[in-house]
C-alpha cells in the first residue's frame, strides 16, 4: 500500500543531532510514511548516517545536492518530488513526540476544509526548556502574520493537492524568512490551524535556525523581511514608506523600545493597519481583533523600560481593539514599575 504521507528532512552538515532526528521519524506509531532525507551538500559525515539508516528501513528516500543551494532551493526540491496526500517538514537536529503524524492526519482528515496543521513547540537546551504556543485558528494566524511568523515550518503538515494546486512555493531570493513568505502567501489561498499539542521538540544549539537569525544584523533582517511585509500590507493599500516598514520590523520582532515617542508611533502604526484590514473585510472581527490586542500588548511589553507612562499609555489605548486583559495588565504594570529592559 502506498504511504499517505511524506516526511521532509533537509540537511546540512547535521551530524551530531541527525540520529536522533531520524530514530523520532522511524519510530512514529503512525507508520505510513516515507521519510525523503535531502542533503544539501553536507561536507561532515551527515550522508553517511543516512546511508546507514536507509540500508535497515526502505522507508528512508535519499536525494543528494551536487553543493549546497540553500534552505529555499531545497525545500523546493524536497516539494517536487511528493506525490503523498500529505507531507510534513522536520529539521535534522530535533525531535518530535511518538503520536505528531497520527495527531495531525488524523486533524487533517477531520477537518477538510484545513490545508495546512502545525502544533506547539517546546525549545530545549542546557538550560529551562520553553513551551512555545502558537495561535489555533486560521483568523488568528493569518492576521497575526500581517506582523510576525505564526506558525512553526517544522510542524507543519500540509495538504498536498492544495499547494500544488495554488503553486505555492518557496522564495529562493531570500536568504532567510522564506518559511515566513511561504505560510504569508499561503494565507491568501488556504486555511491554517494548529493543534493545541506540544508534538514537536525544537533544539537550541549553536547551529540552529533560531540561533543563526538572532546573529544576524538588523538591517539584514528588515531586507529580506520587509519583501514579506508588503505583500500583506500593499493588499490592504497601506502607504508604506521605509520608515514605516523599519518601525513595522520592530514591532514584530524582539527589537525593544528605549523611547517613548517611538513607541508612540508603533501604537499609531498598528492602529492605522488595523483600520486599512479592516475596511477591506479580509477578516472575522473578534479573531482579527484578538490578535491585534496581543500584537499592541507585545509592543508595550518591549517597550517596558522606558518606565511607568507605558503603562498608562497602554491601559488607555487598549479599549481600542475591544481586548482588555487584567492579567496582562498587571504583568505590564510590574515590568514597567521596576523598568524591565529584557524581552
Excluded at 499592541?296 to 482588555?324: A, D, E, M, P, T
Amino acid at each position: 500500500m502506498s504511504p499517505r504521507l511524506t516526511v521532509i528532512m533537509p540537511v546540512y552538515n547535521s551530524q551530531k543531532y541527525l540520529k536522533e532526528a531520524i530514530d523520532s521519524v522511524l519510530t512514529q506509531s503512525f507508520e505510513s510514511f516515507q521519510l525523503l532525507i535531502i542533503d544539501d551538500g553536507s561536507k561532515d559525515n551527515s550522508i553517511n548516517i543516512i546511508k546507514e539508516f536507509s540500508n535497515k528501513d526502505k522507508r528512508i528516500k535519499i536525494y543528494s545536492n551536487q553543493k549546497n543551494l540553500g534552505i529555499a532551493k531545497t525545500r523546493n526540491i524536497g516539494l517536487s518530488f511528493v506525490g503523498t496526500e500529505y507531507f510534513a517538514w522536520m529539521d535534522s537536529d530535533d525531535i518530535i513526540h511518538k503520536d505528531r503524524f497520527k495527531i495531525q492526519t488524523q486533524f487533517l482528515d477531520n477537518n477538510p476544509d484545513i490545508s495546512i496543521c502545525g502544533t506547539w513547540i517546546k525549545r530545549f537546551s542546557n538550560g529551562p526548556d520553553e513551551i512555545c504556543k502558537s495561535p489555533l485558528s486560521n483568523e488568528e494566524i493569518k492576521s497575526l502574520l500581517i506582523f510576525k511568523p505564526a506558525i512553526w515550518n517544522a510542524t507543519t503538515m500540509l495538504r498536498t493537492t492544495d499547494i500544488k494546486q495554488n503553486n505555492l512555493c518557496f522564495d529562493e531570493d531570500l536568504s532567510i524568512a522564506e518559511d515566513y513568505d511561504f505560510f504569508v502567501k499561503s494565507s491568501f489561498v488556504l486555511k491554517m490551524s494548529t493543534v493545541p499539542e506540544t508534538l514537536y521538540f525544537y533544539r537550541r544549539t549553536e547551529g540552529s535556525i533560531t540561533d543563526q537569525f538572532s546573529k544576524l544584523d538588523f538591517n539584514k533582517l528588515l531586507s529580506n523581511h520587509k519583501i514579506v511585509y508588503l505583500k500583506t500590507l500593499n493588499k490592504f493599500k497601506v502607504p508604506c514608506t521605509p520608515e514605516n516598514l523599519t518601525l513595522h520590523h520592530k514591532i514584530g520582532t524582539q527589537y525593544l523600545f528605549n523611547d517613548f515617542k517611538e513607541y508612540v508611533d508603533a501604537y499609531n502604526w498598528i492602529l492605522t493597519i488595523f483600520n486599512y484590514s479592516k475596511n477591506i473585510g479580509y477578516y472575522e472581527d473578534d479573531k482579527f481583533l484578538k490578535s491585534f490586542a496581543f500584537v499592541w500588548y507585545f509592543v508595550s511589553k518591549k517597550s517596558s523600560q522606558i518606565g511607568i507612562k507605558v503603562f498608562w499609555y497602554y491601559l488607555f489605548n487598549s479599549f481600542k481593539f475591544n481586548n482588555f486583559n487584567f492579567w496582562n495588565c498587571f504583568k505590564l504594570f510590574l515590568r514597567c514599575s521596576i523598568k524591565y529592559n529584557k524581552f
